[in-house]
């Protein structure tokens, strides 16, 4: 929803709310993700819950909330019954430094302050382990704001009894905490108060009238910020950027002006103003973006401007490059099944309005930055979260190489006439074992993340795929494969529960960027050596249709299982007798 | 510019069917919180959020606590806006 993208008006979302509340709960369908959120608050928190609501309705997710009584959020946290009782899927702590006990002040020795310090965090840090022990859910935590005052000034921000030092070293020992801690993520309110305003976000209006610790105004800012980091938990973050090259990458017409004509490099203003763009694009990738180009171009005229002597961004960059006359829906469409990457997860980019207007028209899942001029892409982009890196795994750093990688085995399965015979020609590897602490991470983003080869779409935080792990009651695998072109990573996971000598299968999923490589085979026959090694002796499927999974609607059917039960909605079950069995999987070879 | 009661108590109107998100919605001078049902302490809050933005002014806690009527929120608004010309 426009209003809802950044950037917003607080005052304008808080008028309207209760109208757009009212569309997106007519949006809300079977696809929608449920979850249940704690807000533990350390001051009011209404406007807060309320915003959030709006903000996961347009991302997907339709919250339930419990909220702790005013104030309450640490008593909630050791000792609430409700809270446990509510069984939440996230706790949202919201504290300021008005929920600081004791800041430092002019008397204090060094030692005093270093004492107040560690009571100050050791204060938070119990909390949050016995949230982690008492919940098993991932954890928001703001961080502290900057202080309404500076008692000495500027002395204030590194003589050690300045509250605005003391807030910034209790917030170093927040993010030390983060960095050893999996499932806890901070809520920099230090980010937002300073892009909002420091004035305006301690209006101490709201905090003397209605005990908010910020203006009220500036509660849809905070409340985009912590739905961006839930939805990215869930994996509900853009995949990829489809960008525009005239006047958007570059400055100018390459057409018109030639290739040394555009403006880009440091000779001009807006030649800079585009490098920064672009070197800003190019780290995109480091954290994962898929990165394509919709540009109304000759080819060459195209990969002419990434052969510029000061671009940043080169043809090799890009998972997909569109440059033709095509109305830009279409490469759109295109760019999304090439990289078999759902619609809604792209986000396009173009300065031209009426590009724009039609892709909108067109396609209105796509995600269209409402930006005309380059001075603004940067800030846009980054301030509206698409990418919000809430689990960062290895496989990130490489994504964008495994997409190119993938356009050359296709290019390699045009020149064999013998599918099988190309399959072969990949030399391919699997390693297909028990889950292992290192791949928690990326097991747990992947149980989020994939939407279409997914029989169950059952999610699971990081913490639940690590409860599962030390359960003797499952059957647990991953799947990596690799080949002659590269390492597609960690791809598929199965979680099977042992009832008796049945293994219910909770979990079989698998990243599209392996179809058709007899991946599944491979893991089935993996899977049942390990059923037949504990005694099971029925392997039991279930299917539940999504929106987005209609791929693997007769998936069992095809790897031999019997359809038992289907009901009226589509939801199926299968059976596979697995006492005798012959393995499936003749292209790959296997390593346990 | 200074606007007329009028002309303030449409615009006003307005901001409450936004809040409350309601069309029917119709307040007077002598309309209170006891009046409307949906007018609850929390939506109060959101309320005077979007009075001050619909009229780029900015109540003091002193206005805020003395408002019992609509009449008074327009007292507030025609003389702020009377104040900064």
């Known amino acids: 929803m426009k209003e809802l993208e950044y950037p917003f008006e607080g005052g304008v979302l808080i008028s309207k709310r209760k109208s757009i509340l009212r569309k997106l709960r007519k949006s809300v369908s079977q696809s929608f993700l449920s979850k249940k959120i704690a807000i533990l608050g350390g001051s009011t928190t209404a406007s807060i819950r309320d915003m959030l609501e709006v903000f996961l309705l347009s991302q997907g997710i339709d919250p339930e909330f419990y909220e702790s009584e005013y104030a309450q959020y640490w008593q909630d946290a050791m000792f609430g019954e409700n809270l446990i009782e509510f069984k939440p899927d996230i706790i949202f702590i919201h504290t300021s430094f008005r929920n600081i006990k004791e800041l430092p002040n002019l008397h204090d020795s060094v030692r005093t302050i270093d004492l107040k310090l560690e009571k100050g965090f050791e204060y938070f840090k119990t909390m949050w382990e016995k949230l982690i022990s008492r919940c098993h859910c991932p954890i928001i935590q703001n961080n502290f704001e900057r202080p309404i005052w500076r008692l000495m000034g500027n002395r204030d921000a590194w003589d050690l009894r300045g509250v605005t030092n003391f807030v910034s070293r209790l917030n170093q020992r927040f993010y030390e905490f983060a960095q050893t801690h999996s499932d806890f993520f901070i809520n920099d309110i230090d980010y937002l108060c300073a892009q909002y305003g420091l004035d305006k976000w301690h209006d101490v209006y709201y905090w003397h009238m209605f005990k908010y610790a910020l203006a009220v105004p500036a509660t849809p800012l905070l409340a985009f910020s912590v739905a961006n980091i839930i939805k990215s938990i869930y994996g509900k973050n853009k995949k990829a950027l489809v960008l525009d090259l005239d006047n958007t990458l570059w400055g100018g017409v390459i057409g018109d002006d030639g290739v040394d004509g555009i403006g880009l ?169 028990d889950f292992e602490p290192i791949y928690m991470q990326r097991i747990s983003q992947l149980t989020n993340k994939s939407n279409q080869f997914n029989l169950t779409t059952k999610r699971y935080s990081q913490s639940d795929i690590e409860q599962v792990t030390v359960s003797s009651e499952y059957i647990r695998l991953y799947g990596k494969l690799s080949d002659k072109f590269g390492d597609n990573g960690l791809v598929s996971v199965i979680i099977g529960k042992k009832k008796g000598d049945i293994l219910d299968i909770e979990v079989w999923l698998m990243s599209c960027r392996v179809l058709k490589r007899q991946m599944e085979d491979a893991m089935l026959d993996r899977l049942v050596e390990e059923a037949q090694k504990v005694g099971i002796k029925t392997l039991k499927g279930y299917y539940y249709p999504t929106v987005k999974n209609a791929m693997v609607r007769d998936f069992y059917k095809i790897q031999g299982f019997t359809k038992i039960n289907e009901d009226s909605v589509g939801n199926s079950q299968w059976t596979l007798d697995i006492q005798s069995y012959n393995k499936r999987n003749d292209v790959i070879e296997v390593k346990k | 510019m200074s606007l007329s009661r009028e002309e303030i108590n449409t615009r006003l109107n307005e901001v409450f069917r936004d809040v409350f998100d309601n069309a029917n919605i119709s307040v007077s001078d002598s309309t209170t919180a006891a009046d409307l049902e949906e007018w609850d302490s929390f939506n109060h809050i959101a309320l005077i959020v979007a009075i001050e933005k619909e009229f780029g002014i900015k109540f003091s806690m002193v206005e805020v606590t003395n408002m019992h009527n609509v009449g008074e929120v327009v007292d507030i608004i025609e003389e702020s806006k009377h104040r900064n010309g």
């Open chain 1, 265 to 433: 490099g440091p000779e001009v203003s807006m030649g800079q103003a585009y490098s920064e763009f672009q070197s800003y694009v190019k780290s995109l990738k480091d954290i994962g973006v898929i990165l394509t180009v919709s540009s109304k171009n000759e080819e060459g005229n195209a990969i002419a401007g990434l052969n510029h002597p000061d671009t940043v961004l080169h043809q090799e960059d890009f998972a997909v490059i569109k440059a033709n006359w095509n109305n830009k829906d279409l490469n759109i469409r295109e760019i999304a099944t090439t990289l078999n990457i759902g619609i809604d997860s792209l986000v396009f980019v173009d300065d031209n309005p009426a590009e724009r207007a039609i892709v909108r028209c067109q396609l209105p899942e796509v995600t269209i930055l409402e930006v005309n001029i380059v001075e603004d892409y940067i800030r846009t982009i980054d301030n509206n979260g698409y990418f919000e890196t809430t689990n960062f795994s290895a496989e990130d750093l490489v994504k964008s190489k495994m997409y190119t990688e993938n356009t050359k085995r296709a290019e390699l399965a045009l020149s064999f006439g013998d599918y099988r015979d190309f399959l072969i020609s990949l030399k391919m590897i699997a390693v297909i074992r």
